[in-house]
């Protein structure tokens, strides 16, 4: 425990716990980070690919039926075959399309749907998800259980629960210590397949 810090704010006690960290204990089955659809990135991609394939397609038909090609393609056409590769117009394209094209490599390869903690698969054809805001919201409850605890605040991560509570009587360590076996009992009981580490911070309030 610390004493009163500068200015008189009130003394805070503050921990990071590694107890339990990582994999959750043996007997639960493996499960992975459920994938997102990403329809909403998927659906633009497959509008502009349609939407440009349909206006070459048109243009190419109406060249063979005999008309003209459209002035935006034979603009497209003299701008490319007489702009120097140095031109910024011409980087900045290609800077674009790059770019582009790592974001659809990076939403193709990683799972997404980061709220969603997985759980422990106890049978192969069943899987189970945890929103982490209804996590928070259960050991936060819990939490408000310990004696001496005014108020908190959890935050679910996927790695990591930060705690942050303000105890108005009792021995701040005492608290902790509670605040700690607490935490620990929920996360085990939320059945997720890895238990994220613990920072517990307990202070005073503010007085006023």
């Not at 990071?16 to 959750?24: H, I, V």
């Not at 608290?175 to 238990?195: F, I, P, Q, S, Y």
Request: proline content about 7%.
């Amino acid at each position: 425990m610390s004493g009163p810090e500068p200015g008189g704010g009130p003394p805070t006690l503050e921990k990071s716990a590694t107890e339990g960290a990582g994999a959750a204990p043996d007997g639960g089955g493996r499960a992975g980070r459920f994938w997102s659809a990403r329809r909403l990135p998927a659906a633009l991609v497959a509008l502009v690919v349609v939407g440009v394939a349909g206006v070459f397609l048109y243009d190419v038909a109406a060249v063979r039926a005999g008309r003209p090609a459209m002035g935006w393609r034979r603009r497209l056409a003299r701008e490319l075959a007489t702009r120097p590769l140095d031109d910024p117009w011409v980087i900045g394209g290609a800077v674009a399309a790059v770019a582009i094209g790592l974001w659809l490599l990076v939403l193709a390869a990683t799972p997404g749907l980061r709220g969603v903690l997985p759980m422990r698969r106890d049978t192969p054809d069943l899987r189970a998800g945890l929103d982490r805001r209804a996590a928070a919201l259960v050991l936060r409850d819990r939490v408000m259980e310990v004696s001496g605890v005014q108020s908190v605040r959890v935050d679910v991560g996927r790695h990591r629960i930060r705690t942050r509570a303000l105890s108005h009587f009792r021995d701040l360590e005492e608290v902790r210590t509670d605040v700690d076996t607490v935490l620990a009992d929920g996360v085990r009981e939320l059945g997720l397949v890895r238990h994220p580490r613990l920072s517990v911070r307990v202070s005073r309030p503010v007085k006023r």
